[in-house]
């Protein structure tokens, strides 16, 4: 069974991924784009609305998706946007990972949007080399349970890394001239890309990836569909 990738979003050459979850199995091309991505659904992970907003829903257990490794999500030294607004039901015993390209059994960290229970906070996590030493901000406020966040990462032109949570930003740190690591590993939403083991318990609304381009420059008005 698949979800697949939607048209980009109004068409913008620099949106590599954009899942409004509004079919529970439509296969739709994306407009423009030089591939069309597909997703996978391990673990029948559902669609369904929560709080009037149409998501894909997961257990914390066996449920998440994947996506073939591609060079949209080679983020290198690009400036970049990564975007979901998430519903946490359960806080894990270790971590949750959101959207992963961190191949930590194998050596191939890349980057990811996740949760960090031993600080009960957001992070965005990144190496160099695809091993460790591997770099990290954290967001300034602890995760909050049954209420809709918005999490939103960028890079901008000043190779400012900044966290955005509800469009406050929330955590920064210079990257320099870093460039991520390019894993050849699989894109995965709502699980870790090693074992399959540290998985979200939630609802996941509209992850979107846009490399080449930072939206946000200062604190901003969270919209309720897409970026």
Known sequence: M??????????????KLYLPFQ??????KSVGK????????NGNVAITTVDGRKCASFNGTDQYLTIPDSDDWNLGNNLFTLHCSIYVISMPEI??????????INDKRSWEVGIDQAINKFVFV?????????NAINSDVTVALNVWTDIVV????????????NGTQSGTMNMGSDSIYDSDTTLYIGTDVGTQTNNFNGYIAEPSIHKGVA?????FTPQTRGI
């Open 154 to 165: 960028i890079r901008n032109r000043s190779n400012d890394l900044i966290m955005y949570v």
């Open 215 to 219: 939206r946000y420059t200062r604190n």
């Open 2 to 15: 698949f979800l697949s990738n939607t048209s980009k979003l109004q068409n913008d050459p620099y949106c």
């Open 34 to 41: 030089s591939e069309t991505h597909t997703v996978t659904n």
């Open 126 to 134: 990144y190496s160099t080399t695809g091993e460790l030493p591997a």
């Open 95 to 104: 971590a949750s990972h959101i959207i992963s390209k961190y191949d930590y």
């Open 23 to 28: 079919n529970s199995v439509a296969e739709e």
